[in-house]
C-alpha cells in the first residue's frame, strides 16, 4: 500500500510579487527549489496566493510504501526575513 506524506516545504516564504496574468502557477528562487529539493514542473500545494508582503507555505508530495512512513523525513526550509533560509532540515 502507498501512503501519501509531505516531501517538501517551503515554510514561511514571503510574496514578492503577484500577477492574475501570469500563466504559470508559481514562480520560486532556484536556491530554494534546489534547497527543498524539489523539481521544475513538479505539483505543489501552496498555503496563499495573496498579495506581496503575504506569507505563504509551499508544499510537495510524494508516495511511498507503508512500510518505509515511519522514517520518511521531508526536506523542510523555513524562511526569515528577505525569504533568506534560516533553518533547514531533513537534508
Not at 524539489?38 to 496566493?49: F, G
Not at 508582503?53 to 518505509?68: K, P, W
Request: aromatic fraction near 4%.
Amino acid at each position: 500500500m502507498l501512503v501519501h506524506l509531505l516531501k517538501s516545504k517551503i515554510h514561511r516564504a514571503t510574496v514578492t510579487a503577484a500577477s492574475v496574468d501570469y500563466e504559470g502557477s508559481l514562480t520560486l528562487d532556484e536556491d530554494f527549489i534546489d534547497a527543498a529539493r524539489l523539481h521544475p514542473y513538479e505539483r505543489i500545494l501552496c498555503s496563499n496566493m495573496g498579495k506581496p508582503g503575504d506569507r505563504v507555505t509551499i508544499m510537495s508530495f510524494t508516495e511511498v510504501e507503508a512500510a518505509q512512513a515511519a522514517t520518511h523525513q521531508p526536506t523542510v526550509i523555513i524562511l526569515g526575513d528577505g525569504n533568506q533560509i534560516v533553518n533547514r532540515r531533513g537534508i
